[in-house]
């Protein structure tokens, strides 16, 4: 998983959600949202939602796992 200090909200991604140890596919429809109510948690977590966004990772096409 990559820094959520180098996630952009603007691509689609896989976000973890630390609090509820879930991996979430993100939407950049939620962009907006994210910019205006995202705050920082704790080094290299944002609270956001209701979730505590720990890392991310791309969304790579065609391979098996979605890895």
Do not use: K
Request: glycine share 8%.
């Amino acid at each position: 998983m990559n820094s959520m200090d180098t996630f952009d909200p603007d691509m689609t991604c896989r976000v973890h959600d630390g609090l509820n140890d879930q991996i979430i596919e993100w939407s950049p429809h939620w962009a907006s949202m994210y910019r205006e109510h995202a705050s920082r948690w704790d080094d290299g977590v944002i609270s956001w939602d209701g979730l505590l966004l720990d890392g991310w990772a791309p969304i790579v096409h065609g391979h098996p796992c979605g890895h």
